[in-house]
């Protein structure tokens, strides 16, 4: 099948080509592994926009689109037109989950989109060859690669695992079922580990000989399907691009470096980084943050810097247009698994911040919910996990600053300056101050 050359959009001229451009690049038949592209091209500079234009010149072409939020399932089904993009409904009589409804679409020959939680089963699907003739477009992927909470010791996960004839081991450590694992799938849930399991059947789960379980995107998404395309930005930060070298997997990396340039610029011209003095010596990254006491020194300290800040610097702000992230469990009062986001915590209580402002997740990432956003507040020292970086055999000084800049740089552009309009930012960690200032001032 072939499309027409596409006309001028209201987005970027060279992004909108590259969305096109990999949508409609045909897999060659003797291609060891079907395309995939990296997208990368500055926050709010239209991504989402031109896929859905894309899709709207092209209505045949079968895609799994992944987004962040349900917030964006319901923007991209509305801005597509009718009957472009379906999107799981929520559970109820005829299905008890959302997962349950996307091999029904995929028979239909929809086109679907959905949120990261429905990875596994998409993975499952994809392995299973439901998705062969999909593209598969992701926006933005802040979970690539993290370390599971499972832990077994070689000895045990070899014995009731591997020995057992459930699951083999790849040489690249992917925990694969046998096919007397899954003949026993249903059993296995019961018997083993129900979640373990499944994320073994998804694709998703690598074992890295020690004890240590590593979950990944499905690695069925790069093999499976008519090809994979990301839009994201600085991606150099990302644990994706790490994993696909680890696994030697061919990726092209689409971008424009007048693009990048005029971003910066903006982006020097509009946000106002500023330092909290009397935070100075308190860490934020996240095992020092969630370590505090309620009645430590460093709790003390925060609170009162919120407080002060808000009776002075913000004391004309209207909260709603105030963004703040840290632990969750520093901001939201833990209630069993969940939270309580009625009740402050540790460092949100007396700060006089917290019925009005916007907490975020310090991943945050590929939502216009808090574009109105004026202030922001960043309680966060961004650090890979240690374990993932040994894993990806990636643990040097510049891969951890590019990774900090990525998240940091995603989280602050949900806030009013992706319209090109000024921000205050309110940073108390040197390092991640520092490392923001050198992008910004950096001429390449």
């Known amino acids: 099948m072939t499309y027409s050359t596409p006309d001028a959009q209201s987005t970027d001229q060279k992004l909108y080509d590259s969305v096109f451009s990999s949508l409609t690049t045909v897999t060659a038949f003797d291609a060891p592994a079907p395309p995939l592209v990296i997208i990368d091209y500055p926050c709010g500079l239209g991504k989402t926009t031109a896929l859905i234009s894309v899709l709207e010149r092209m209505p045949d072409l079968k895609v799994l689109v992944v987004v962040q939020t349900?917030?964006?399932?319901?923007r991209m089904v509305s801005s597509a037109p009718v009957g472009r993009l379906h999107a799981p409904e929520d559970p109820g009589l005829k299905y008890r989950t959302k997962g349950e409804q996307l091999a029904p679409l995929?028979?239909?020959?929809?086109?679907?989109?959905i949120t990261h939680k429905l990875y596994e089963r998409v993975g499952t699907l994809a392995y299973q060859g439901a998705f062969a003739q999909y593209k598969?477009?992701?926006?933005?992927?802040?979970?690539?690669?993290?370390?599971?909470?499972?832990?077994?010791d070689l000895k045990s996960f070899t014995e009731f695992y591997i020995d057992a004839g459930y699951c083999s081991l790849r040489k690249d450590g992917l925990v694969v079922m046998t096919d007397k694992g899954l003949e026993e799938e249903e059993r296995l849930k019961?018997?083993?580990?129900?979640k373990l399991i499944s994320s073994i059947s998804s694709g998703r789960l690598y074992y890295d000989g020690?004890?240590?379980?590593?979950?990944?995107?499905?690695?069925?998404?790069?093999?499976?399907?008519?090809?994979l395309i990301v839009l994201t930005f600085l991606s150099e930060g990302s644990l994706f691009l790490k994993f696909l070298e680890k696994l030697q997997i061919d990726y092209t990396v689409s971008k424009s470096r007048q693009c990048h340039q005029r971003f910066q610029l903006q982006a020097r011209d509009n946000l106002k980084i500023h330092r909290m003095s009397s935070?100075?010596?308190?860490?934020?990254?996240?095992?020092?943050?969630?370590?505090?006491?309620?009645?430590?020194?460093?709790?003390t300290k925060v609170r009162n810097a919120l407080k002060n800040l808000r009776q002075r610097n913000l004391a004309v702000v209207d909260l709603e247009n105030l963004m703040i992230t840290c632990a969750k469990k520093n901001w939201l009062k833990p209630l069993g698994s969940d939270y309580d986001k009625a009740k402050p915590s540790l460092f949100s209580i007396n700060s006089r911040m917290?019925?009005?402002?916007?907490?975020?997740?310090?991943?945050?990432?590929?939502?216009?919910?808090?574009?109105?956003?004026?202030?922001a507040i960043y309680l966060y020292e961004q650090n890979v996990n240690p374990i993932s970086l040994r894993w990806l055999n990636t643990d040097n000084a510049e891969f951890r600053a590019a990774y900090a800049l990525t998240e940091m740089v995603q989280w602050l552009w949900r806030s009013q300056i992706r319209n090109g309009k000024a921000v205050d930012v309110y940073i108390p960690s040197k390092r991640m101050r520092e490392i923001l200032q050198?992008?910004?001032?950096?001429?390449e």
């Not at 019961?190 to 129900?194: D, G, I, P």
């Not at 308190?282 to 709790?299: C, L």
């Not at 917290?354 to 202030?375: Q, S, V």
């Open 70 to 74: 349900l917030d964006e399932v319901k």
């Open 106 to 113: 995929v028979r239909a020959g929809k086109s679907i989109v």
């Open 136 to 152: 598969i477009i992701i926006d933005e992927v802040p979970n690539a690669v993290s370390p599971s909470k499972f832990n077994l």
């Open 190 to 194: 019961l018997a083993l580990n129900e």
């Open 210 to 227: 020690k004890k240590n379980f590593i979950q990944t995107l499905p690695t069925s998404l790069f093999t499976n399907t008519a090809g």
């Open 279 to 299: 935070l100075d010596k308190v860490s934020f990254s996240y095992s020092k943050q969630t370590s505090y006491t309620p009645k430590s020194a460093e709790v």
């Open 354 to 375: 917290f019925k009005g402002a916007n907490w975020l997740p310090n991943t945050t990432r590929g939502t216009n919910d808090y574009i109105h956003c004026t202030h």
């Open 438 to 443: 050198r992008w910004l001032l950096d001429e």
